[in-house]
């Protein structure tokens, strides 16, 4: 007998995306994002309007992924879920949805760790090119950059990971996001620096670069650094950020950039791995795209990003973790609640 298809329903309410996506085996129909726009006065995201807009937004977003599914309700097999590391207001909302559907429908739910998800995005299978249609083999490392965390992760099986790097205070994204702050960029900060960054010279400014054991990152010096060096700059010519925007936010993602790779290629010289990839929302980024093909032409890697739509927050990555989960039938009761800080 056919081994059936599994159809499952993935929700992602970590931060300030709501998403919802249905996967069938490990091919996508659909994966619907509302993002929330609210946050941008702010300068970062404020918890307590992001849970409100979860609330508005869950029940339309998973309405509109079932139906651009071509499926309907009955079909799903089982419900996965962010159940942190994230927004504890706003994972409640996506938990509490996936319990009470879960319940309706009778089916199984599946906890998924966001981070999980991040890595796990390159399985996600999505492409009609040939070339792209190439997953990460086992074992590989996979840099999560995302506004939460920084992590080097060695990946020998779908759920078999461990961190081998990682942040010891901001994460990459936040650096991205603070620094763009203080260029009076709104938030979040990391796609505008990206923009301005390709109209930029790269080496015009120089900016700090952290001494960390091992594999492990820190980025708030770099923080304290652009802020002190602008203090300086604009002392001298007040309207200094306006007329170099461009090249500070080129040096500026430059030295993001390398801080992530001097660690990068130091993992891959100790685990004797050529299997590179990138996951979370600021492999987004075109600089860090472009450095991760160089890098790979030159040192025999073979390199793996996600499409677009898979880097930033998004339920496809939470539904293809949650395949993996269901296949060893790893799954949640209803007493489950979802944790803000979640071991790996
Ligand atoms: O993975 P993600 O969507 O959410 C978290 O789990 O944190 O990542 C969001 C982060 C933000 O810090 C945002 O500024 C950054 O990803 N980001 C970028 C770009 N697109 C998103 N950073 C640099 N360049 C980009 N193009
Ligand atoms: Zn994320």
Redesign the pocket.
Known sequence: MAKKDTIILGIES??D?TSAAILKNEAILSNEIAGQKVHEAYGGVVPELASRAHQQNILPVVDTAIKNANISLKDIDAIAFTAGPGLLGSLIVGTSFAKSLALGLNIPMIQVN?MHG?VLAHFIDDYEDDQLKAKPKFPFLCLTV????TQIVLVKDHLDMQVVGTTKDD?A??A??KTAKLLGLPY????L??KNAQKGAPNAFKFTKPEMPEFDYSFSGLKTNVLQFLQRETKKEKDFVEKRMNDICASLQKTIIDILFDKLIKAAKQYNIAEIAIA???S???GLRKRLIEEGQKRNWNTYIPKFEY???NAAMIAITGRYQFLKEDFADQSISPKARMKF
């Open positions: 970590s931060c995306d966001h991040h995302s506004g939460g965390h994460a994204g936040e991205f996001d979040p900060g990391g796609p620096i990206d979370g929302g600021v987004a980024n075109s880097c930033t927050d």
